[in-house]
């Protein structure tokens, strides 16, 4: 038995009757566009099934996407790739940084956002994020151990203030990487995410807004960068600048910087092409919700949605975080989630274990990482994350998906909230 009492109502986690009737269903995901299917049928049968594939004369999904996506991020050049681990890999690499540099990463996040570094022969350092939006603040940026770049990670619904962290980076010397992965169309003060940093890195993977089921981008307006960041992801070989004849390659063998492939295969960048176009009308439906649940979710006491920046123009929710900022002692971020869960039919979940914390982040397990390991050990005895930690142990988070729904369905995660806070012993107690 949790510290969360059945004595308000019972609770269905207690066997209590649940908030929403089992037989009514959540939107599904993923949600394929009208048009993903005939793109795949196109690929299976154009004869081009990778861009590294002969020239066949059907033109490439691939380079489609990256001219459609540069377009929707307001950037010059968009480099597809495979994995949004493989984006902030050649992304960091493209920096031309020193072997065991340092890169600031926030703690909260999943652990590709570091590991990357590691990939790209680099040091990441944890650091900690802003109370409010769980994101890097540049009250963040730490001066004292040298990083050359920083990833800066846009969470769950907010964005990092970019602009910001930049002008304390910028003089160090500190190139941004712009950690986009949860938010794709995501606008600060009207800029989109991605296209404020020196790269944006992005994300596809299944549970991302924007998906393929794998896949990734970087965008960049550095015309230089952008040709090294085509070779480090197609083994040192870059677009040819001429359409090229049947049989012959799409890419030329520049090699001006050693890469690895890590290109996105033609179906991946079909389905990302019909996905793109269904993009924004599904913000809009996650934005509008959001605001509902935001307002109905005001009135109960020591619980909060995570909310964006006032600087933060347009609303990009990957995950909605839902703070409870009156636990007692023996209640758990956890036990919440298991009684929303019961409640909703629906999954709530913890955050992503803060990377002090995870078992996820363990280099010392890799021999090949051993010199950087030790620094990063040696790097991280002393340093604390209590925002990181208070957002693990008080919030609880679910898909966006959840607000692909309508008013009815934000209504019963509100009166779901309402009725595990009430079932709280001290925070119902500070509601008499």
Not at 140 to 153: L, P, Q
Request: with cysteine.
């Amino acid at each position: 038995m949790t510290a969360i009492d059945a004595s308000r109502g019972t609770l269905a986690l207690h066997g209590g009757t649940p908030v929403r009737d089992p037989g009514r269903p959540w939107p599904r995901w993923p949600q394929p566009a009208p048009a993903a299917e005939a793109n795949l049928l196109k690929v299976l049968h154009g004869g081009r099934w990778t861009l590294t594939g002969p020239i066949s004369g059907t033109p490439l999904f691939e380079r489609e996407f990256a001219r459609r996506f540069a377009d929707y991020v307001g950037t010059r050049h968009c480099v597809p790739v495979d994995h949004g681990s493989s984006a902030l890999v050649v992304a960091l690499e493209a920096l031309g940084l020193a072997p065991g540099d340092r890169v600031l990463v926030p703690a909260l996040t999943w652990t590709a956002s570091a590991t990357a570094a590691f990939r790209a022969g680099l040091v990441p350092v944890l650091v900690d994020v802003d109370e409010v939006t769980g994101c890097m603040s540049p009250a963040d940026v730490d001066a004292s151990v040298g990083a050359r770049a920083a990833v800066v990670v846009h969470w769950a619904c907010a964005m990092a203030d970019v602009p910001g962290i930049q002008a304390v980076a910028d003089p160090l010397g500190m190139a941004v990487v712009e950690d986009c992965a949860q938010a794709h169309g995501a606008r600060w003060q009207g800029r989109p995410a991605g296209s404020i940093g020196r790269l944006g890195c992005f994300s596809m993977q299944q549970g991302k807004v924007l998906t393929s089921g794998e896949g990734g981008a970087v965008v960049t307006d550095d015309d230089e960068l952008a040709v090294l960041l085509q070779e480090l992801r197609a083994d040192s070989r870059r677009y040819r600048d001429d359409p090229g004849l049947a049989g012959e390659s799409e890419l030329v063998e520049t090699a001006t910087r050693m890469g690895a492939n890590f290109c996105l295969s033609e179906f991946h960048a079909a389905v990302l092409c019909a996905q793109l176009s269904i993009l924004d009308e599904q913000h809009a439906v996650r934005a509008r919700n959001f605001a509902t649940l935001d307002a109905m979710v005001a009135g109960i006491p020591g619980v909060r949605l995570v909310r964006p920046a006032a600087q933060q123009t347009t609303l990009s929710l990957y995950e909605l975080p839902i703070v409870f900022d009156a636990l007692p002692a023996g209640t758990t971020s956890a036990d919440v989630a298991r009684a929303l869960t019961a409640e909703l039919h629906c999954l709530f979940y913890l955050t992503d274990t803060p990377l002090h914390r995870s078992v996820l982040l363990r280099p010392q397990t890799k021999p090949t990482l051993a010199p950087l390991a030790e620094q990063f050990a040696a790097l991280h005895r002393d340093r604390t994350f209590p925002h990181s930690d208070l957002f693990y142990d008080r919030a609880v988070v679910t898909h966006h998906s959840t607000l692909l729904g309508d008013e009815r369905d934000m209504a019963d995660i509100a009166a779901a909230i309402r009725k595990v806070v009430e079932a709280v012993e001290p925070i119902g107690a500070a509601r008499r």
